[in-house]
Structures are given as C-alpha cells and as structure tokens.
C-alpha cells in the first residue's frame, strides 16, 4: 500500500437505519454455480420482477429523523446500503461473470454492479412513495430485507444524469433480456 | 440505538486509490459565513466552471487493477470518494442552508447533497475519458485532490436512471442559476 493512502483518515461508517423488505435473499447465493443457463436466467428475471414490484421502508435512527426534513419535495431518492449478507471473503474477488452468468464474458468487479467488491456499498435511486416521520417507503429496492443504510440523498441531476451513455454489449444484452420480460 | 442495528457487522471502507486533480480545496470552507449572497454566488458558480471543465485522474491501488478490466466498455462510470478535508464534527449536522445560501430555506442534511453528513460518501457520475493500467481518466469530477477512492462502478440505467424526476423548488432554482451561467 502506498505512502499516500496510508496518511488517510479512518472511513468508518455506521448504520443511520435499516431496510424493511419482503425481500428476504439476495437473486444469486453462493453455492449456486450448478445452475442451468435457462434456471439462472429465470431466476434473474423472477427477482427482477420481484425488485420492480416491491414496496418497502427506510426505518432511519430516530436521532438522524430531522435530517429528513424536505426530502417529501423529491419525487426519486439515491439509497446508499450495505449488502450484509456477503461473505466478507467476497470482497476480494477480482472478476466474475455478470450476473453468474457463464455464456457473458468475466468482468474486473469495478467493471460490473456485483454486490462482492472491496467496499460494498450498493447505491439505488428509487421512487420516494412517502415520507412518515422517521420512516421513508421507495419502490423497487433490490436491498434484502434488515440492509443496513448507509445514507441518503435526492436524486440531483448534477451529479446522477449523464447525456449519450454508452455500454459494452455484455450489459445491452442484459438490459434487453429484462425489458423484453417486461412486456 | 436499536437492537436491530446493534447486529450489524462492521462496515470498515478501505481505500482502494485516490483522486489526482487541480481541484485543491472544496467549495465551500467552513467559517466562510461572512459572504456576502453576491460574493457566495460568484464563489459557486466559478466553482461550478472549474468542476465541469476539470480533467482529473484515478489512481487506482495496483493491487486492484485487474477489478478495473471492462471498464473502458462504459462511457460513464460511478465515482463513490470521502470527501477527507471534511471536519468529522460536521458528520453531526442536523440541517444546512444549500450551499451556504440563507436565501434558500434549511434543509435535512438528507435532503441536500451537502458533503458533511452521518457517512460522508459522496456519489458522481461522470464521463470515463480513459483507462491506462491502474488510471482511469475523467471529466467534471468534484472530488478534492487527495481524494480517497471507496469505489467505482459502471453506469447502470437500472440502478441510476429515472423517469419524470421532481425537485423542491430550491433546487430547481440552483439549477437554473448554474444553467444561465454556462450560457
């Protein structure tokens, strides 16, 4: 490790609320590499369908409930949460296929939106359905049920949008394959 | 605290590089309350120039650089930073002026994009420019020199694009002052 990262701060995080979901296990367990390309690809789409439907909470600490003052005026909110059922062995992987995918090609994990990275943090950008006190409900969460949030922000354009968005042809392929399920 | 949140397992961030840029110091320091609404203003949108137009490097650990392999198959990529010259007390801030403004109502620090909050993570997309080795180049990053790197992820529509977006009007005000002034 270099001179530089080691003059670093400390980066701890702590929990500010936790996840209610019906959600209740991550699409893909570990284990499950014996699967058909048709099983996994019904298995991906039977829990992006599940994701898509879901409704759930944001339960914040009732000492961070102020700091949710306005957010009711955002119609979207960027959700930042930890994925805490990984084995933390899994954040030194290095390439995966998508999705456990075998048939797309193996990625750099910086490369993909795999949950097993050196710090998982996952960020998803959701409807805001209400806002009740401390309690905020979203739409289309994938986090399971008891993630640990990390933070939370509007969806501000200056920092989320981006303009002519290009994707390798790996991700074009998933993106396709989920929206085709939609019909 | 809860007993739920009693549970949760460590999440301790490593940091896996860190930002090179001309960008020396943030926007705002703290103790700058004496501005004037005109200085404040000027003050961000030179700040804002400065941001859209910088070049700046990510200088990825070597340890990690094959997590990187696929990247240069995006045209946007996440950038997830600690903002590191934050003071920690400021991670106990309960509500802001946006950007120092009183002009514009206080706000929970979720309700802002303000770097001092509970877990400083900041979250950009932004244009990939190119990938050498460890280094990957890109455009209009906020993020301060010396920045630590917590993660990078591809833009993903599913996770981060979305539809018929809605702000408060104090935002909506803000982008329309920083639109005017790229005019």
Chains 1, 2 share one sequence.
């Not at 959600?23 to 369908?49: C, F, N, V, Y």
């Not at 759930?56 to 949710?68: D, G, H, K």
């Not at 005026?73 to 998508?98: E, T």
């Not at 640990?148 to 396709?176: C, F, G, T």
């Amino acid at each position: 490790m270099s001179d530089t990262i080691k003059t670093f701060p400390e980066m701890a995080l702590r929990p500010v609320g936790v996840v209610h979901s019906s959600i209740k296990t991550p699409m893909l367990l570990a284990g499950k590499s014996d699967l058909s390309l048709t099983e996994r690809m019904d298995m991906i789409k039977a829990h992006h369908r599940q994701v898509e439907a879901c409704i759930c909470e944001l339960v914040i600490e009732p000492q961070w409930e102020e700091l949710l003052d306005g957010i009711e005026g955002f119609s979207h909110v960027l959700v930042l949460y930890w994925p805490h059922l990984i084995d933390p062995a899994r954040r030194n992987l290095r390439k995966v296929h998508p999705m456990g995918r075998r048939d797309l090609p193996m990625q750099g994990i910086f490369a993909t939106c795999s949950p097993a990275r050196p710090n998982p943090v996952l960020v998803s950008a959701v409807p805001l359905v209400a806002r009740a006190a401390n309690v905020l409900t979203v739409k289309g969460l994938e986090a399971v049920d008891g993630s640990p949030i990390i933070d939370l922000k509007p969806y501000s354009k200056n920092y989320l949008q981006v303009d002519n968005l290009k994707m390798p042809a790996w991700m074009e392929q998933i993106h396709r394959e989920l929206e085709d399920d939609n019909i």
